[in-house]
């Protein structure tokens, strides 16, 4: 069983940036999938960017350049930082743990794969 707390969502403007935070439980990074997802009202929840077990990092074309998605093993927090924000980026935002092993790339951004889920956190981006 694997816990995770968000935290950091909010209100900016277009263009600003916001940093989220997600609290494991325990350690999971050994043989687990880690990743945000995002989900806005009337849509499907969609991967946004995610790390594999052997490191590496996928992210949405949606996000690519803007977006940087990093994890600190000793305090088993995930982060992800959102800049250059846009209107379109508003959702709630998840963080997410499942099992996984080794390099699988862009698969790790498949919700499908994903077990555990925190309860998200708010972002809202105004024009």
């Known amino acids: 069983q694997v816990q995770l707390v968000e935290s950091g969502g909010g209100s900016v403007q277009s263009g600003g940036s916001l940093r989220l935070s997600c609290a494991a439980s325990?350690?999971?990074?050994?043989?687990?999938?880690m990743g945000w997802f995002r989900q806005a009202p009337g849509k499907e929840r969609e991967g946004v960017a995610a790390?594999?077990?052997?490191?590496?990092?996928s992210y949405a074309d949606s996000v690519k350049v803007r977006f940087t998605i990093s994890r600190d093993n000793v305090k088993n927090t995930l982060y992800l930082q959102m800049n250059s924000l846009k209107p379109e980026d508003t959702a709630m935002y998840y963080c997410?743990?499942?099992?996984?092993?080794?390099?699988?790339?862009?698969?790790?951004?498949?919700?499908?794969?994903?077990?555990?889920w925190g309860r998200g956190t708010q972002v809202t981006v105004s024009s």
């Open positions: 997410a743990a499942g099992h996984c092993l080794g390099r699988i790339g862009v698969r790790a951004l498949d919700k499908s794969l994903y077990r555990y």
């Open positions: 325990r350690y999971t990074y050994s043989s687990y999938c």
């Open positions: 790390i594999d077990s052997a490191g590496s990092i």
